[in-house]
């Protein structure tokens, strides 16, 4: 144990000493990020109350559908855990700086894993069993359970993690032994994007718009059997359903002692499970990981035909910066594999639009369909914001610990960023437009809001990549061992929260001319002057506020990156 405490020793120090450091300006930061994380557990515990209280109005079937709904939270978070166990493992385990120097002092194997395999719990399992808690605490605040329901969620949410944790470190481990040492990284991020999109679709094509059709009311009860096709008594998370469920009707059921059991006993077996499985194949694993990665050079003419196309419109010393980015975006498995994950939002983003009932709206079918097609604007670029966060906003932060090299350089930061700028800028667009009229399609909107929609979305791409590249390189983090991790830190959030405010302006300036014709051209009056002003105005006003989006986060972005 003594041992085990020294490995701790400074991760609690190194978080000891950043709660330190958080006073005066500092403190602004953890307290923003704070509030805003307060803000946003709020808001899920309402709308997950609304839902529950929604559920408890429904006859017969109210419970069930509020079992089903627990028993998918639990099945989805702990898929969750089990996929950031995995990435979390292969850093801490194995790829780790300092690795090397705690593999030569002089500790045992078990002990060392042990100290690691308690820190990638921690780190890959904290975030999503907080955000769990609104979910959870609104089942508490809606059925009204007693104590025993908190105490049994706090020691069970424990329990769901470590299982993940021990399910996701002992595959990687076994991945490793099996797979040559470098090739391991490529092949568990794409095993869990493929698990991640077949989810994901699944989900979707169960097709839940179902239960608010009154022409599906008498097969609700065939859904919900559908529902509890992914539920099984060998899951742990039907255990786990089992005991909060009786606890929330009001007392102990019939074989929770046995659930109980066989939920700490699995967690415990698996953490011995795992020590006698590293004795065995740990260290042989990490001397691995060191070997050298073998290049292949399939597929090189491919691509060297793909970066002479890009880069011909440019002058020499943007063409070499673009050719190096597609050069690191191919041979780095963890980014061009996210494209996965990328198609399966499109391709699900549309689909919902192909199996909205408009036809039984009691609303008037050409207003409904323009009305969605408006609103769609804001929806897409929400979602181009959410692939900019990934990809754009990383750009600068990519160049790693080379960073040096681009400031010995002769180009010019602005000249580098917007070079960045318009690397981005033409995929990007390709994605919105081809959102945009693919929906407007389905969805079967008139000529002129083809038109506004693909028009507005065409502006709004300029802002949304500027405010990627900009917030890129005010906050920019050089020293990632997982260009992934980025996208989750304080200046992604704040792109996040950035892009959205400009998307929602830019809606809210166009409702009101977007009203004005249609209202006109459904009761057949003429538009008024007064009315005709109002309208340049407000798209003058979307043609200034774009303008702003991008010329402004370029040159804060320029002075931010001069100062690393």
């Not at 990632?480 to 809606?507: C, D, K, P, R, W």
Request: proline fraction near 4%; charged fraction near 15%.
């Amino acid at each position: 144990m003594g041992h085990l405490m020294l490995l701790l020793r400074p991760g609690i120090l190194g978080l000891k000493n950043r709660l330190g450091r958080t006073h005066g300006a500092g403190f602004k930061k953890p307290l923003f990020m704070g509030g805003l994380g307060l803000v946003f557990g709020l808001i899920l515990f309402v709308l997950s109350s609304r839902v529950l209280v929604y559920f408890q109005s429904v006859e017969m079937i109210g419970d069930l559908l509020a079992k089903e709904l627990l028993s998918m939270v639990f099945l989805t978070f702990f898929s969750l855990l089990i996929f950031s166990n995995i990435i979390t493992a292969l850093s801490t385990l194995y790829l780790s700086k300092d690795l090397e120097f705690c593999h030569s002092a002089p500790v045992s194997v078990a002990v060392l894993f042990s100290a690691r395999a308690f820190s990638t719990f921690l780190n890959s399992s904290w975030m999503a069993l907080i955000f769990a808690i609104p979910i959870l605490g609104a089942y508490g605040y809606v059925y009204a359970p007693g104590v025993g329901f908190y105490v049994s969620l706090l020691h069970l949410m424990v329990a769901m993690g470590l299982m993940a944790s021990g399910l996701g470190i002992l595959l990687t481990m076994i991945l490793v032994h099996i797979f040559p040492a470098q090739r391991t990284r490529d092949v568990i991020l794409l095993l869990s994007i493929l698990m991640v999109v077949g989810l994901y679709l699944l989900f979707r094509f169960l097709r839940p718009e179902r239960l608010v059709d009154p022409d599906q009311a008498l097969s609700v009860m065939h859904y919900i059997s559908a529902l509890k096709t992914p539920d099984s008594p060998y899951l742990p998370t039907h255990w786990i359903t089992e005991i909060l469920w009786g606890r929330l009707q009001g007392g102990e059921r019939a074989g929770e002692g046995f659930y109980l059991a066989l939920t700490w006993s699995t967690a415990l077996s698996l953490l011995v499970l795992n020590i006698w499985t590293a004795s065995l194949i740990y260290f042989g694993g990490f001397s691995k990981a060191q070997e050298a990665k073998k290049r292949l050079m399939g597929g090189k003419r491919i691509l060297d035909l793909l970066i002479r196309v890009v880069t011909k419109p440019f002058q020499s010393d943007l063409s070499v910066m673009m050719a190096k980015d597609i050069r690191v975006f191919f041979r780095d498995n963890t980014q061009w594999s996210q494209l996965l994950l990328l198609f399966a939002l499109v391709v699900v983003y549309v689909y919902n639009f192909k199996v909205l009932p408009l036809e039984k709206s009691p609303l008037p079918l050409d207003f409904l369909q323009n009305g969605l097609a408006f609103l769609n604007m804001g929806l897409a670029g929400f979602v181009l914001a959410a692939v900019g966060v990934r990809f754009v906003f990383t750009a600068v932060s990519a160049e790693g610990e080379a960073f040096w090299i681009l400031r010995s350089s002769p180009m010019s930061f602005r000249r580098y960023l917007w070079g960045k700028y318009f690397f981005f800028l033409v995929p990007m667009l390709f994605l919105g437009l081809v959102l945009i009229v693919v929906t407007n399609d389905f969805l079967e909107a008139t000529r002129f809001m083809r038109f506004l929609s693909s028009g507005t979305m065409f502006l709004m791409i300029f802002g949304i990549v500027s405010l990627g590249i900009g917030f890129g390189a005010m906050y920019p983090r050089f020293d990632h061992e997982n260009i992934g991790q980025v996208a989750t830190g304080f200046g992604g959030l704040l792109y996040m929260m950035v892009s959205a405010l400009f998307i929602g302006a830019v809606v809210v300036l166009e409702a009101g001319p977007v009203y004005l014709l249609f209202m006109s051209e459904m009761k057949g009056r003429p538009i008024s002057i007064l009315e005709k002003v109002y309208m340049v105005l407000s798209f003058a006003g979307v043609l200034a506020l774009t303008a702003t989006a991008v010329i402004k986060p370029m040159g804060l972005g320029v002075k931010g990156i001069g100062k690393k």
